[in-house]
């Protein structure tokens, strides 16, 4: 993904939902990619450690969603009350599971405090202030300004009235900012405590972002902006930490391998290729730093060598679904769609058919031109576009496969969902009414292509 040029890179997948809620940031750089990054692996890794969390919270029911960013800057942050926003950076900077599960359990904290709604109603609340104070301080202007002396002492009153309340509704804000913070601390530090584990690795983050730190120096970073951290507050989260009977329990080695192998992935997708390698030199023969160099390979184009360094680790842990994943993706990147077919199948069941993998499988299937491939890929599609309802990529081959079918109100239909997820409404609609041709009148794909022809812009989101 940070590669725009090749398609499939980690699938990243840029979700019209997503798109409507990402930071400016990240839409104002679109030419190094999508804005959301799409994979299993990393996906699956960051809901085990969020999942026992939210329970603990009561939030288990909710459905709440993990969407990683393609930000490398440190990052996380609640926006709808159904999702946690990741930057891919949170989770290369760090350096053991328990430090990204505390920025979680901080996060669940806002969920579960429901600080979002109750900071739009502050927000509204100071608007109304503030409209309030400027009436009154235009009100003295224009009193000292009839005076015929616009220097006079009531129309500079009029000025001060203005800027007054308006600092003073900002340390409101900013006083309200800080007590949700503290309470995020708290809860986070609750939840980490029921599932047994320690608050030392929020801790040791959120103290490098403390107020007079060089994170803090340099200003930018999104996480400082929306959590200032005076030093009190990270002294108030250390004494709390620290009072935990967990306070020095470490992360499972398992656990461990797992959080360095997604680094490892993340670092061979998005990093420049010397930047790979300074981290993952030769000498280093763990196997994260090997993933990363054959991901490195396949990248840059070795497809030879690649799929041996591929194959020398599925040797250490055959039964490892995403190591089957690379090696298919690896292959159809390569335009070898057949030889593809049977490490994605092997993926497929061996990850209890992630709906991701399944769309790089049907997409091999697809690729092939082999029309006995047809029926089982429509298939493998539609089951993984029954659960994963907001990658376009799923949809796209979805539409090939029902063209090469002859079914044309199918593969309109699946290319007008496929255009539609991207953000594309105006193509989503031209095919959707093409679409509902083809159908009988009221049949479930006419009322599926008539939704997306009335359906409207999602927010933040162009109408063309
Ligand atoms: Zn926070």
């Keep these: 993904m940070a590669l725009p040029k090749k398609t499939s890179k980690l699938t990243a997948v840029a979700t019209a939902v997503a798109l409507a809620v990402a930071p400016m940031s990240a839409l104002a750089q679109q030419a190094k ?30 459905n709440i ?51 979002l709604s109750k900071m739009r109603e502050q927000m509204a609340q100071a608007q109304t202030q503030l409209i309030i104070a ?80 060089l994170f803090a120096a340099r200003g930018a970073d999104p996480y400082v902006q929306s959590h200032p951290m005076p030093a009190e507050r990270v002294a108030a989260l250390e004494e709390m930490a620290r009072s935990s009977p967990y306070w020095d329990k470490k992360d499972d080695p398992a656990l461990q391998l797992r959080h360095d192998m ?28 090997r993933y990363a160099r054959a991901i490195t390979t396949y990248l840059h184009g070795d497809l030879r060598s690649a799929l041996a360094q591929i194959d020398g680790l599925i040797q250490v842990q055959p039964n490892n679904p995403y190591f089957y994943e690379l090696r298919g993706q690896a292959l159809l990147e390569g335009a070898k769609p057949a030889e593809a077919i049977a490490p994605l199948r092997k993926a497929v069941s061996l990850s209890n058919n992630a709906p991701l993998i399944e769309m790089l499988l049907g997409q091999a299937l ?22 994963e309802s907001e990658a376009p990529l799923g949809y796209a081959q979805l539409a090939m496969a029902y063209g090469r079918k002859g079914d044309f109100a199918q ?3 699946a290319s007008a969902q496929a255009a539609f997820l991207r953000g594309d409404n105006k193509t989503a ?36």
């Design 134 to 213: 400027m009436l009154l301080g235009a009100g003295a202007m224009v009193a000292g300004s009839r005076g015929g002396n616009s220097n006079s002492g009531l129309a500079n009153a009029g000025a001060a009235v203005v800027a007054g309340p308006q600092e003073m509704i900002r340390r409101t804000l900013i006083s309200y900012v800080r007590q949700q913070e503290e309470n995020a601390d708290r809860a986070g530090v609750k939840f980490l405590n029921a599932t047994g584990q320690s608050a030392k690795g929020m801790y040791e983050t959120f103290k490098r972002f403390t107020n007079d730190s």
């Design 429 to 464: 609609r031209e095919l959707a009414s093409r679409a509902k041709t083809r159908f009988a009148v009221g049949t479930p794909g006419w009322v599926k292509a008539d939704d997306i022809v009335a359906a409207k812009p999602l927010p933040g989101q162009n109408s063309n």
């Design 262 to 289: 997604v680094r490892a992935k993340i670092s061979a997708f998005m990093e420049r290729q010397d930047t790979v390698y300074r981290r993952y030199p030769l000498s280093n023969d763990g196997l994260p730093a």
């Design 366 to 387: 697809v690729a092939t031109d082999n029309k006995a491939y047809t029926e089982e890929a429509i298939a493998i599609l539609r089951a993984a576009v029954a659960r």
């Design 65 to 115: 969603q993990i969407v990683i960013i393609n930000e490398s800057v440190f990052n996380a942050f609640v926006a709808d009350g159904r999702r946690i926003f990741v930057n891919y950076g949170a989770m290369m900077q760090s350096e053991t599971p328990n430090q990204i599960i505390g920025v979680m359990a901080h996060e669940t904290g806002h969920l579960a405090g429901g600080h």
């Design 33 to 62: 990619g999508p804005p959301v990054i799409r994979d299993t692996e990393a996906e699956q890794l960051l809901r085990e450690y969020t999942r026992p969390i939210l329970r603990s919270a009561g939030l288990e029911k909710q």
């Design 411 to 413: 593969a309109d239909l």
